[in-house]
């Protein structure tokens, strides 16, 4: 069974960091790619960032620069580096298998940014 699990969420106040992890298993996970995705409430999930199976990333203009995407194969992990925190990164975050929100994803965790 797949599963990916995020951790790492909280609040911060504006201009501070967090690191979001995604702990996955059930798959081999150094063949897939890894995306992390967010909801605020009342929008649509958006994709963020993604990183590959060879460690090559994506990440969307509003988050480039401060937000960086990492992996550990070893530990089977995904990181969301996060620095520069606005108030309008407050939403959940989630991580789904490949980059793609209709693959299995986590249940999310809570970024709350404080102005």
């Known amino acids: 069974e797949v599963q990916l699990v995020e951790s790492g969420g909280g609040l911060v106040q504006a201009g501070g960091s967090l690191r979001l992890s995604c702990a996955a298993s059930?798959?081999?996970?150094?063949?897939?790619?890894i995306g992390w995705f967010r909801q605020a409430p009342g929008k649509e999930r958006e994709r963020i960032s993604c990183i590959s199976s060879d460690g090559s990333t994506y990440s969307e203009d509003s988050v480039k620069g401060r937000f960086t995407i990492s992996r550990d194969n070893a530990k089977n992990t995904v990181y969301l580096q996060m620095n520069s925190l606005k108030p309008e990164d407050t939403a959940v975050y989630y991580c789904?298998?490949?980059?793609?929100?209709?693959?299995?994803g986590g249940q999310g965790t809570q970024v709350t940014v404080s102005s």
């Open positions: 789904h298998q490949g980059c793609d929100s209709s693959w299995p």
């Open positions: 059930g798959f081999t996970f150094d063949v897939y790619a």
